[in-house]
């Protein structure tokens, strides 16, 4: 038997159309959600994101920006905009684009984004709230996992998740965001021995590495769920996940593909995050 597919492409469509719907509702109020996207330099793949995004917005019937700045900008002159954008009333969401060039320190440029414009959920205090449990702006990537999982009848609650990666942007946030939903959840990583026996514990296994297809056949448990947060460039251009989706999809009980997975969650998410906003800022429930 293989693997029933998780159908990120789909599940994104759902999601943005119940977003419009929303939109529509707000804009009966004379609210138009927000956002702001930040750009600084020429990074290749950061311009497609950016126009993504913008692009998304329009789709969705969001007012955007998108600041394109030269890498030559100072980080004082970006911290200006983004104090600026705090202030602005049409901006429920900023989203500074990363990497940043190596003369910008990262770090202040998400400390200075107001908590309640943080849609990208990087703030130190984003990343408190979601750890005690409080009403945060979720990080995209991991509430997309979530998303995909609660919408395919994958509940979480009272299962085993095993979570490859502890990054800041994935590995903990998604593991947090497991917790919450009452899974059991392991936390994995490059130190952690034995990896192929810790995954095949997983009813859950939750994947996010930067390796392309480390995880083979024998480290799933014949019916788990496998969500590949994985984006690699193979040498012949092809995308892939760090799953050997292949090899897998014939163990799995589900499985997400790359690309078409997590992938077009992340954006959509965004866009969740800044109607959220939207809301608040207006106290519409
Ligand atoms: P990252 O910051 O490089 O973190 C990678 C994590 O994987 C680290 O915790 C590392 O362990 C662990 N790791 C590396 N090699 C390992 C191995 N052989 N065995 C076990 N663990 C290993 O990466 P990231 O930002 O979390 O991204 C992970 C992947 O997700 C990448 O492919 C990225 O492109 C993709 N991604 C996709 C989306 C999306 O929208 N779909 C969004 C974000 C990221 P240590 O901590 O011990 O070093």
Same mark, same amino acid.
């Given at each position: ?42 990074? /290749? ?15 969705? =019937? ?26 602005? /009333?049409?901006?429920? $969401? ?33 990343? =408190? ?31 085993? /998740? ?60 014949? =019916? ?16 892939? $996940? ?10 799995? =009980? ?32």
């Amino acid at each position: 038997m293989s693997a029933r597919i998780i159908d990120g492409k789909r599940i994104s469509e759902e999601i943005r159309e119940e977003i419009k719907q929303e939109v529509e509702r707000l804009l009966a109020r004379d609210v138009r959600p927000g956002l702001a996207v930040v750009l600084v330099g020429e990074d /290749a793949a950061s311009q497609v994101y950016v126009r993504n995004k913008a692009k998304a917005c329009d789709d969705l =019937g969001f007012y955007s920006e998108v600041h394109r700045l030269p890498a030559s900008t100072t980080q004082d002159e970006l911290l200006a905009l983004i104090d600026r954008l705090n202030g602005q /009333a049409s901006i429920h $969401g900023i989203l500074v684009q990363l990497p940043l060039p190596k003369h910008i320190q990262e770090k202040a440029v998400i400390d200075a984004i107001a908590v309640d414009k943080d849609v990208d959920g990087f703030h130190p205090v984003s990343v =408190g709230n979601l750890m005690i449990g409080d009403d945060a702006l979720l990080p995209c990537t991991p509430s997309g996992v979530i998303e995909l999982l609660k919408r395919t009848g994958n509940d979480p609650a009272g299962k085993h /998740a095993v979570v490859i990666g502890r990054s800041n942007i994935v590995g903990k946030p998604v593991s947090m965001l497991l917790l919450r939903e009452n899974a059991t959840v392991t936390m994995t990583h490059s130190r952690t021995p034995n990896l192929p026996e810790v995954a095949r514990q997983a009813d859950i296994l939750v994947v996010a590495v930067g390796v392309a297809q480390l995880v083979k056949r024998d480290w799933v448990k014949p =019916g788990a769920v496998v969500v590949d947060v994985g984006m690699n460039r193979l040498d012949n251009g092809k995308l892939c $996940g760090d799953v050997d989706y292949d090899d897998v999809a014939p163990v799995a =009980g589900w499985i997400t593909p790359v690309p078409g997975g997590v992938g077009p969650m992340t954006i959509t998410m965004l866009m969740q995050n800044t109607l959220k906003s939207a809301k608040r800022t207006h106290g519409i429930a």
